[in-house]
């Protein structure tokens, strides 16, 4: 069975660092493309980023870019998400997705990815 868990949200105010994980089992993590998502109050969800099976690939989203930085380590099982310099419109529910692929491709849109998290709430403060 297939697990993917969130962890390290919190409440934080704006200008603080967060880093977010993601420990995914019940599948080969190796072989798999992980995404961040995030859907803020009143929002849709959003990709934040995302990277390759083989960890030579990355997405950000414009208002990350520069901030965000995402990261897996295959022999924890784990996909990382380190944010420094959070603003407020960085708040809402964080999510972790999965998607086996053998493809060089990186998607960047929710629809490609299979095994989603429960979600890891993200409060900014002004």
């Known amino acids: 069975q297939v697990s993917v868990v969130e962890s390290g949200g919190g409440l934080v105010q704006a200008g603080d660092s967060l880093t977010l994980s993601c420990k995914v089992s019940?599948?080969?993590?190796?072989?798999?493309?992980m995404g961040w998502f995030r859907q803020g109050p009143g929002k849709e969800r959003e990709s934040v980023s995302c990277?390759?099976?083989?960890?030579?690939?990355?997405y950000y989203s414009d208002s990350v870019k520069g901030r965000f930085t995402i990261s897996r380590d295959n022999a924890k099982n784990t996909l990382y998400l380190q944010m420094n310099n959070l603003k407020s419109a960085d708040t809402g529910m964080y999510y972790c997705?999965?998607?086996?692929?053998?493809?060089?491709?990186?998607?960047?849109?929710?629809?490609?990815?299979?095994?989603w998290g429960r979600g890891i709430q993200v409060v900014v403060s002004p």
């Open positions: 997705a999965a998607e086996r692929t053998t493809s060089d491709s990186l998607y960047s849109g929710g629809w490609y990815f299979g095994y």
């Open positions: 019940g599948l080969t993590f190796d072989d798999y493309a």
């Open positions: 990277l390759s099976w083989k960890g030579d690939s990355t």
